[in-house]
């Protein structure tokens, strides 16, 4: 683990790293295949508020879909019962992404003393692509 002590962060280390890379295409036969089933399995309302907004709302799908898969990755194992509805991928008022967990995820962060989740995403016409990584303090 790597531990920080620059800039004020002593004790903060990162326990965590994910990445995820997802065709636009596949989330768009997901919507043909499954519809509204695949949105309310995924997202949160918030977050297809903000979705719908967006003038290509696919690739903003497909951007979150990422973004919850790498939080999962960074987690250490993609199976331990979280679902990806749990993880809420939001904005703040400049457009940056954030992390908010929601019942097993949250419990699980609780679990292993998670401090901060960062996360990046970024999309085109055919990918989208997000990073994640995970933070504990330790200092105490």
């Not at 977050?47 to 003038?55: D, F, P, R, S």
């Not at 457009?95 to 999309?123: D, Q, Y």
């Amino acid at each position: 683990m790597l531990k920080c002590q620059v800039f004020g962060f002593r004790g903060v280390m990162i326990i965590g790293t994910g990445i995820d890379i997802v065709e636009v295409d596949r989330i768009k036969k997901a919507l043909d295949l499954w519809g509204d089933r695949f949105l309310k399995r995924v997202f949160t309302e918030r977050e297809l508020l903000y979705v719908n907004k967006k003038k290509f709302s696919h690739e903003n799908l497909a951007a979150r879909f990422a973004c919850k898969e790498s939080v999962l990755k960074a987690f250490g194992d993609t199976r331990i019962g979280v679902s990806l509805r749990n993880i809420e991928i939001l904005n703040d008022e400049k457009g940056k992404p954030r992390v908010v967990l929601h019942r097993e995820a949250k419990e699980f962060a609780n679990r292993n003393k998670l401090h901060k989740i960062t996360v990046s995403m970024s999309h085109t016409s055919n990918y989208a692509v997000s990073n994640a990584v995970l933070w504990s303090d330790n200092s105490s």
